[in-house]
């Protein structure tokens, strides 16, 4: 069975400190994809990031980056000098190929506080 | 502007009430989703459809009742509801079945049920 763990209930960190959130999985499928959503207080969630099994080659978009390590089944987000906008809940989610469907299993989330 | 626009933002209903919510894409995707999202609770996938036919109902109870007349809209039909069900409520779409794009969320309807 398919399983996201995300063991940082909540974070605080001041303006401009670094942070990273964790997100460990668990899939029986050798193929499988790998999501980043961020919830604002507005409500929506809104996506980051895709990865997929076979492409471990970690990313960078601006102040966010992102690991992959199959290894230990991690998939960790960090942010650099965080800013007070970064303050939401963080999700992480996996899906696995061989539903016929986009079924998504999200983990508990971390809500990230930014203090100015 | 969200391409998935939910509405109403806010319900408040009786026990005894009978209300819709709405969910409407105009994004071209053909995979829509209704998502529970309690206080302290992971999200909750309640059901999914695909091309308009429902492929998932996550056990969920009568109470909550499903429609989709089209691949652009989905409706969550709620009456006689209990307090416990007050949550924020998901609607998300995806392009195209098994494809694995990730998924476009509306702003939710927070529900609160008295």
């Known amino acids: 069975a398919q399983k996201v763990t995300q063991a940082q209930t909540e974070i605080s960190v001041v303006e401009k400190e670094d942070v990273t959130l964790d997100c460990v999985y668990e899939?029986?499928?050798?193929?499988?994809?790998l999501f980043w959503y961020k919830q604002p207080p507005s409500g929506e969630l809104v996506f980051l990031i895709r990865?997929?099994?076979?492409?471990?080659q970690n990313e960078i978009s601006g102040r966010y980056s992102w690991n992959f390590q199959k290894s230990t089944s991690s998939f960790n987000f960090t942010i650099t000098a965080s800013q007070v906008v970064d303050s939401a809940v963080y999700f992480c989610?996996?899906?696995?190929?061989?539903?016929?469907?986009?079924?998504?299993?999200f983990g508990p989330g971390t809500s990230l506080s930014v203090i100015p | 502007e969200t391409g998935v626009t939910q509405t109403p933002r806010h319900l408040v209903m009786g026990m005894t009430n009978k209300k819709s919510l709405k969910c409407e894409q105009h994004?071209?995707?053909?995979?829509m989703y209704w998502y529970k999202q309690s206080a302290k609770k992971p999200l909750e996938l309640m059901f999914v459809?695909?091309?308009?036919?429902?492929?998932e109902n996550n056990s969920v109870p009568s109470r909550f009742s499903p429609e989709c007349p089209n691949s652009s809209h989905l409706f969550l039909h709620l009456h006689t509801l209990q307090p416990e069900d007050s949550a924020l409520y998901l609607c998300?779409?995806?392009?195209?079945?098994?494809?694995?794009?990730?998924?476009?969320f509306g702003s939710g309807t927070r529900l609160t049920v008295v």
């Open positions: 998300a779409s995806s392009p195209l079945q098994g494809t694995n794009y990730g998924y476009t």
């Open positions: 899939t029986r499928d050798t193929t499988y994809y």
């Open positions: 990865r997929n099994s076979f492409d471990e």
């Open positions: 989610a996996l899906s696995e190929e061989e539903t016929s469907y986009d079924k998504v299993i």
């Open positions: 994004l071209g995707h053909n995979a």
């Open positions: 459809y695909n091309f308009k036919e429902q492929t």
